[in-house]
């Protein structure tokens, strides 16, 4: 029986954006996806109409859940819905689906071939990525520290499009500290440097113009994640 799936989509005030994001995706993956699948609205506290919107969504579509935060954070929403959830793979994407959804499929190969984590790569060779010169030179920046301070073999640590076994998830999240954008990179440092096996996959991706990241705060937070990781050490966590 094929493994059943989760997809998480993490928002934060997001009521315009919701209704063609879920309808593009649901329509893709009853199209694409043999596996059984859930996805999963994690609102992060947002503050306008976000909320309604996902509860009707919730009932127009059977395969879609809501579930509220009242904290902000990725990182978070990652943390409740990944340890809540009981599907054997667990995985999320931006709200904005900049990363070509025909590359979801291949997160959940690459699990189930006998990866523990799979995650899209916006700087491999073979991706096509839209974006401006500023957001580029900080992407690859930020990762060329990541290596050089971790050894660590995947090329992109930031990209919004995820996925991991249950089991993988349940002993690497409870020892992450970040609950962020950091969230991320320091989910890939911990499982490169505690032997779980990730798969990177190059996709193609399109900025989203409307992005509300701040990068200047968003690169603060990640520098000082990885300082504290390289001095602090990396949390020890049960083998794969």
């Not at 839209?130 to 690859?140: A, L, M, V």
């Amino acid at each position: 029986m094929a493994a059943s799936v989760d997809l998480v989509i993490p928002v934060y005030n997001e009521e315009a954006a919701l209704p063609d994001s879920i309808a593009r995706l649901t329509q893709f993956l009853r199209e694409n996806l043999v596996n059984p699948w859930q996805v999963t609205i994690a609102d992060n506290a947002s503050i306008d109409g976000t909320r309604p919107v996902s509860e009707e969504l919730a009932e127009q579509y059977p395969n879609v859940s809501y579930f509220y935060l009242p904290q902000k954070g990725r990182g978070r929403a990652l943390r409740a819905t990944w340890l809540a959830s009981d599907a054997d793979i667990v995985s999320y994407m931006d709200v904005d689906l900049s990363t070509d959804l025909t590359h979801f499929p291949q997160l959940v190969e690459a699990l189930e071939s006998g990866y523990h984590l799979a995650t899209g790569s916006r700087l491999s060779r073979e991706s096509t990525v839209t974006r401006g010169f500023k957001r580029e030179f900080i992407s690859r920046s930020y990762n060329l520290l990541i290596k050089s301070l971790f050894f660590t073999p995947f090329p992109d640590a930031q990209c919004g499009f995820k996925a991991s076994t249950r089991q993988a998830a349940q002993s690497i999240i409870p020892a992450i500290e970040n609950n962020n954008w950091f969230f991320d990179t320091e989910l890939l440092i911990i499982a490169a440097k505690r032997g779980y096996r990730i798969k990177s996959i190059p996709v193609k991706w399109d900025d989203d113009p409307t992005s509300t990241v701040n990068i200047t705060n968003t690169a603060l937070e990640d520098i000082n994640g990885l300082l504290r990781l390289r001095f602090g050490g990396i949390p020890r966590v049960s083998g794969p």
